[in-house]
């Protein structure tokens, strides 16, 4: 295999086109030994009777070798980006050629690549407006590729970002710094972040019947000068310390299950087997878009900044997602803990009727009635009993019933002191939420009862990432990493890795039109 050049020029200073020749002939030659090389010693392996490990870890070693070859043949057929003395913007502006080619770099997931290209300006001393090489091959702002970048944040949702770095050396050789992850990552959350703000609409034949909206909050531990920026747990909490909340925002399509009070009572107390429960076809959630949202300020107006708690913002995405994907005449299930400054953020925007249904996840509802037992029972079974009674009649529409039996019977036992503050407090919730506690009409119906949506998401979004042993996140680390890890859990990752990848590359080289005519070296075999 030979290279030819393309463009005998009369550059000024130009880079030495042999001296390119030379190099993609040296790593055409390397990768064309290292193939027949690991084509030699996969049969010796097999005639030696080499393991299976042993033969795909060298396999892969060598196939990093061979795309570090492929990629330095691609950096170096690209030329030294020379387009002329000068040359002019759609906008009329013109822009001049350095004197000297840079040097510039890439790393991809094979290694670190060099080259040197002419760039352009409108002048000395003045900013480099088109770096024509760049522009050519989509160069990201960063140092690392999109792909590694991609690699190292897949890493990075899951794990402390030191170990996502030791194991991304492990995949692919060499060391990745924990710096350039941190800013990758933080450039990459402020851009899902602009992606989930305005996600695709589903097509509306994969949408299920009923139309689901969720909200639940989750501590974050800030440092310390950050967490002064937030305000504490809304709820008495004695020592919030550094955490602070992020609301969890999630909205979904799910088609009805229908149960009886006597089916939830038995799966809720393990009455059934897995086995048993497994044959029951469970609807699965549709279109399940999550995101979370942490507190922000926006311009007053006035020279100032106004701060929009992390409950507005998250409402104001998860309405706004309601208002895109709800259909004429469709049901809308609002399911939700017992905590009030969601619902009452949700009631700024929409109003409860016949087709917009507040429900009260029944888990948090239960942990309610347990607690009553634990007050007037002593031993486990007796507990047990107790809350199943409770809670059979809870699903069969009898709350306020249940209420005034807790009460009467709180007389009736003579509680005094905590305990008897612990009832009132326990038949206080659940008369406060009793309208939305209608469970015999919502299983009639065939609507959802518990929040597993949004409390797995919390677990999986915030918890598992953010709240590991000994970390502290600066704010704008957290809303960052808390996008990205949002846009990666969803069905949207690579329609998002897509699109930020466009955007970065219109923005960074907007003068690629002004290469249409440039002509690259080649590759003669």
Avoid at 245 to 258: G, I, K, N
């Amino acid at each position: 295999m030979m290279v030819a050049n393309s463009n005998p020029s009369s550059k000024p200073n130009s880079t030495n086109s042999q001296d390119r020749a030379e190099e993609c002939r040296q790593a055409l030659e390397t990768m064309d030994k290292l193939m027949n090389g690991v084509k030699r010693a996969v049969q010796d392996a097999a005639r030696a009777q080499d393991s299976f490990d042993h033969v795909e870890r060298t396999v892969q070693q060598t196939m990093l070798q061979v795309g570090y070859q492929a990629m330095s043949v691609f950096v170096a057929l690209q030329g030294d980006g020379d387009v002329g003395e000068s040359v002019e913007t759609e906008k009329g502006k013109t822009l001049r050629r350095s004197e000297k080619p840079s040097h510039s770099t890439i790393r991809s997931i094979f290694g670190t690549h060099s080259f040197h290209q002419y760039t352009y300006a409108a002048g000395k001393n003045k900013a480099i407006e088109f770096r024509p090489i760049s522009a050519r091959m989509g160069l990201p702002a960063k140092q690392w590729s999109f792909l590694l970048q991609e690699f190292a944040q897949m890493l990075a949702v899951d794990q402390a970002y030191e170990q996502a770095m030791r194991n991304l050396g492990q995949f692919l050789g060499g060391t990745f710094s924990v710096d350039t992850a941190e800013q990758v990552n933080g450039d990459m959350g402020e851009a899902a972040g602009a992606y989930l703000a305005d996600l695709p609409l589903p097509e509306p034949e994969s949408e299920a019947k009923l139309l689901v909206a969720s909200a639940d909050c989750k501590g974050v531990p800030l440092v310390k000068r950050d967490a002064a920026k937030v305000p504490a747990f809304e709820t008495g909490k004695k020592r919030p310390g550094n955490r602070r909340m992020a609301t969890v925002a999630s909205v979904y399509t799910v088609d009805p299950h229908f149960r009886t009070a006597e089916d939830v009572t038995a799966a809720l107390f393990r009455d059934t087997t897995d086995e048993e429960t497994e044959r029951v076809t469970r609807p699965k959630p549709q279109n399940k878009n999550t995101t979370a949202h942490f507190p922000c300020a926006e311009d007053n107006g006035a020279g100032g900044e106004l701060a929009i708690s992390g409950i507005h913002v998250a409402m104001a995405w998860l309405i706004g997602q309601v208002a895109l994907r709800r259909r004429a005449g469709q049901v809308l299930i609002a399911l939700m803990d017992g905590q009030e400054s969601l619902w009452e953020t949700m009631k700024l925007h929409i109003r409860f009727t016949g087709r917009t249904v507040p429900i009260l996840d029944i888990l948090h509802a239960l942990a309610y009635i347990w607690e009553a037992a634990a007050l007037f029972e002593k031993t486990d079974k007796a507990k047990k009993t107790f809350a199943r009674e409770r809670l059979l009649r809870i699903l069969r529409g009898e709350i306020r019933g249940v209420i005034r039996g807790l009460r009467r019977l709180g007389t009736m036992r003579r509680l005094t002191g905590k305990a008897r503050k612990d009832l009132v407090r326990i038949c206080g919730y659940l008369e406060k939420n009793a309208d939305r506690m209608r469970y015999d009409e919502y299983l009639r119906r065939g609507y959802p009862i518990a929040s597993g949506v949004i409390e797995g998401a919390c677990r999986h979004l915030v918890k598992d990432r953010m709240e590991r042993s000994g970390m502290r996140w600066t704010l704008e680390g957290a809303r960052n990493m808390l996008h990205v890890r949002a846009a990666f859990q969803s069905d949207h990752w690579r329609a998002f890795l897509d699109d930020r990848r466009e955007r970065e590359v219109a923005r960074l080289h907007p003068h690629r039109d002004l290469l249409e005519d440039y002509q690259p070296m080649t590759i003669a075999c």
